[in-house]
């Protein structure tokens, strides 16, 4: 059959989530979840909207939500945007502000899926690359302003773990359109922040920021998210957003999880333990790791066979992320490491007893020919 298919989408590979075993028994490492259940007041709402009118549309602008988040972030209800997982508010801003041939820009290695918007929505890419510190060339950035339309920064970065300053964010506003900061992991960076930036006037109220419930409210599975920008940015991206985006029970759920701060801080406190303590504990089987804000990190072996450590782990169904980011330097070097959500500390123990053996299993087997597992998130 020839293809039906926009020549944009022919061409694409099209983004890979991270494995997503459906049975029990793995330690569950690779895509950055909570490893706490979400607060019981979330549990009690999702209960609630199952035993509520399930038969009606939802509030398409999720109002209770808006009201919330808008008092958390110190701005109005107007200045949120809800979504069904921030993906999709990354997905409303390569639509609202992104036309086909022009340019998204964005740190690499860092989210893969901003390139994909990018390809869907038909527009051309410039990765601005980050050196051995993770962080990238001033002049090099304030090159690309003139080029770029949209350019996403997830702050802290992913797989990287580090945090970028207000000032380094600046270099990255594009001349004529957005700067996406992208907040899904800043409930863990050491001074995470209320909407402090998007009041400041040198981002000339172009700047969006972008959170997830995902990771420190322990929401993955319900998919909701949120973007903080100026109403008249905020207005304009509802054009292109679904009718009804977000469902009863996740506007509920998402509500209920915001009013209980205490829950999730206590949650994200636990982690920042856990995550300080595996940092400590990686370098005696010879690793390296990057000093991370998030609730994981990205960790080098000294061995550099990466892959065969993942493929060790995951044999023991202890499943890490393995990534691998091509010409990711100015040199054209690969780029590739392992990045370890943050479990409990039951999880990491178990992680760390087994990295021994796994390590040693490594070292005494021949150098692996398998395949790279070609592009990574
Ligand atoms: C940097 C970054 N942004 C956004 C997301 C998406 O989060 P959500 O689950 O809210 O769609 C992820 C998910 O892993 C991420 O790593």
């Not at 459906?22 to 706490?36: A, D, R, S, V």
Request: with cysteine; aromatic share 8%; hydrophobic share 40%.
């Amino acid at each position: 059959m020839t293809s039906v298919f926009r020549p944009a989408i022919e061409r694409m590979a099209g983004y890979t989530p991270g494995e997503q075993p459906q049975e029990g028994g793995w330690i569950k490492l690779n895509t950055n979840e909570n490893p706490y259940p979400p607060s019981p007041r979330v549990v009690d709402a999702v209960r609630r909207a199952a035993e509520g009118r399930l038969n009606v549309y939802p509030d398409p602008r999720a109002t209770a939500f808006r009201k919330v988040a808008a008092e958390l972030l110190h701005v109005d209800p107007d200045w949120i945007l809800p979504a069904n997982g921030s993906d999709e508010n990354l997905t409303m801003i390569t639509r609202s502000f992104c036309d086909s041939g022009q340019i998204v820009g964005y740190p690499y290695p860092s989210y893969v899926l901003y390139e994909e918007l990018a390809k869907i929505q038909g527009c051309a890419v410039v990765r601005l690359p980050l050196n051995a510190a993770f962080q990238w060339d001033a002049q090099r950035a304030a090159d690309l302003r003139s080029q770029t339309r949209v350019f996403f920064a997830p702050n802290p970065n992913s797989p990287t773990g580090n945090c970028w300053t207000p000032a380094q964010l600046r270099e990255l506003l594009p001349d004529e359109g957005v700067l996406v900061l992208d907040e899904a992991y800043g409930d863990f960076r050491r001074e995470p922040h209320r909407g402090e930036l998007l009041r400041r006037t040198e981002f000339d109220g172009r700047l969006i920021v972008t959170r997830s419930l995902s990771k420190s409210y322990s929401l993955a599975g319900i998919r909701f998210g949120f973007a903080v920008a100026d109403p008249i940015l905020i207005e304009g991206m509802q054009k292109v957003k679904d009718s009804y985006n977000c469902d009863t029970v996740s506007i509920l759920a998402a509500t209920a999880a915001l009013e209980d701060q205490e829950w999730m801080l206590r949650n994200r406190d636990r982690i920042l333990a856990t995550r300080d303590r595996l940092s400590a504990e990686l370098p005696q089987f010879g690793f390296y790791v990057s000093p991370s804000e998030a609730n994981f990190v990205w960790t080098v072996h000294t061995s550099g066979r990466h892959r065969e450590i993942y493929e060790q782990l995951k044999a023991r169904r202890i499943l890490v992320r393995y990534m691998r980011f091509e010409h990711a330097r100015a040199d054209g070097r690969v780029i590739d490491g392992l990045r370890i959500t943050v479990g409990t500390d039951n999880e990491i123990d178990l992680l760390l007893r087994n990295m021994s053996e796994t390590v040693d299993a490594v070292s005494a087997s021949t150098v692996s020919t398998a395949q790279d597992c070609g592009a990574d998130q």
